[in-house]
């Protein structure tokens, strides 16, 4: 019940104008036990996206599923991942929206050396949350996470409401040439703008797929836009359906209704589906001028034997609560760098570990002014600012250009206080949407000490400078 208090505290008592009573967040369960160990082989492979005649595309991934592992386990289990590097490049695998040591956090030599082709690492950690998390490279991310180097992390909580499905569905645009193969995964024309999309619209890997959901059952969908690129509002056309989660955090169940996702958001919702079999619904991404049908729930089976539809809450959690009184504001600005700085590879080769740096040729975006790299700093540019670990910081986001930027801290889940554009309910995220000219506050506790990224989650604005770090010593 501590969770739930804590929840209660932060996420509602804290709100202005919230007349409704707290829905009662289920306590979490108690913790499970046990190590789950899972191999993660990072390399090309084949797979068919595009129907015949098109061949299959040659995707990067960890593992034969495709579109990408999924990992399950329950909260309070131990993950021991082992990433087999078999590209011919380094890599490492960032753990993204997971509260855990800085040492697992996978960003090459921020946090760890870079896995070698042919070496290979093992990340052990207890993800503290339940929810809906992924995982992904963290160095020429354009290229491996648009070619599909990504998977899914879900840890499952022993309490809580209990669904007749549980449908993890990743959104995707692939970049793909008429063949099969890979297109232009960026421009300069599009780094510097809104970012290059893709052409191909998938659901978990598949073009606009059917898939059964059970007669008059409760269906939780995870919805994670797993795009480099795309923003989407994600609305299910024909069922009513109701937001339990966001980034894999619960917050108080709400209507599905224009909730915007940047690259790297998720939402976990729930909806009652049709009683009579073979009936569809539509997954639909309504941000676009033409709402784009991504995906068909199509009912199946005998219908559940459930009563009346009422969305429960998922259990609380147990974020520890910025202390909002005391807590010290730091305002980051992102803009655009006025110039585009081009870095000639004489002097990118000059700097020491200068390809494991993950150096950009261009830089078009900065936070603070600075652009990630700086200015030829010896291995790494110094954090945009040092926290004192234990204390409470709100910061100001302010989006200065006319572009969307889906903002992402590491090791942290924040507290999101409100935007100067947008009715938000408070909840917390480790990502949120920075509208063209918006002013975001998030809060957090620096309880997790190190050295944690903080960027830009559009690939190319993030390897085109968008990007920092926050130390919490
Ligand atoms: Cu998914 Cu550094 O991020
Ligand atoms: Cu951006």
Redesign the pocket.
């Known amino acids: 019940a501590g969770g739930a208090a804590s929840l209660a505290g932060g996420v509602l008592a804290a709100g202005a104008g919230w007349a409704v009573a707290a829905p009662a967040f289920p306590p979490p369960g108690p913790l499970a036990t046990g190590t789950v160990g899972v191999t993660l082989v990072a390399k090309q492979r084949e797979a068919r996206i595009l129907p015949e005649p098109a061949g299959p595309s040659p995707v990067i991934t960890y593992s034969d599923d495709f579109p990408g592992p999924v990992i399950r386990m329950k909260r309070g289990q131990r993950l021991r991942a082992t990433l087999v590097n078999g590209l011919d490049e380094h890599t490492s695998i960032?753990w993204?929206g997971i509260r855990l040591p800085n040492a697992q956090d996978g960003?090459p030599w921020l946090t760890q050396k870079p896995v070698q082709p042919g070496e290979s690492f093992t990340y052990d950690f207890v993800p503290p949350d339940s929810g809906s998390f992924f995982f992904?490279s963290?160095c020429d991310t354009v290229k491996l996470l648009g070619r599909g180097l990504a998977g899914l992390l879900i840890v499952e909580d022993t309490n809580g409401p209990v669904f007749d499905a549980d449908l993890p569905l990743m959104v995707k645009d692939w970049q793909l040439e008429a063949d099969g193969r890979f297109g232009t995964l960026t421009s300069d024309r599009g780094a510097a703008r809104a970012g290059t999309f893709g052409n191909v619209a998938t659901v978990n890997g598949r073009i606009d797929p059917v898939i059964e959901v059970p007669a008059n059952g409760d269906v939780r969908l995870r919805l994670y836009n797993v795009d480099s690129t795309r923003v989407v509002d994600l609305r299910l056309d024909g069922a009513e359906a109701f937001i339990l989660a966001v980034d894999g955090l619960p917050l108080a169940p709400r209507p599905l209704d224009g909730w915007v996702m940047g690259p790297?958001m998720r939402i976990d919702v729930v909806f009652r589906a049709p009683a009579e079999p073979g009936r569809d619904i539509r997954l639909v991404n309504a941000y676009a001028a033409e709402p784009r049908p991504l995906a068909t729930l199509r009912t199946a089976g005998a219908p559940r034997p459930n009563g009346r539809f009422t969305p429960r809450p998922l259990p609380a959690h147990d974020i520890p609560q910025p202390d909002l009184k005391r807590a010290e504001t730091h305002r980051f600005d992102f803009s655009s760098t006025a110039v585009a700085q081009s870095f000639a590879p004489a002097v990118l080769a000059g700097l020491p570990y200068a390809d494991s740096l993950c150096l950009s040729e261009k830089t078009f975006w900065a936070i603070d002014q600075k652009s990630w790299p700086q200015d030829g700093h010896e291995r790494l540019p110094p954090p945009l600012v040092t926290l004192t670990r234990g204390k409470s910081y709100v910061f100001e986001l302010v989006n200065l250009t006319p572009h969307l930027h889906p903002i992402?801290i590491?090791g942290y889940a924040f507290l999101v206080l409100g935007s100067d554009k947008r009715d938000l309910p408070r909840h917390h995220a480790d990502t949120v949407l920075l509208e063209p000219k918006e002013r975001m506050r998030v809060a957090i506790k620096a309880d997790n000490p190190g050295d944690w990224?903080f960027?830009c989650?559009i690939i190319e604005h993030?390897e085109t400078g968008m990007m920092g770090y926050l130390r919490v010593a």
């Open positions: 960032h993204h960003v992904h963290h790297a992402h590491h990224m960027h989650h993030q």
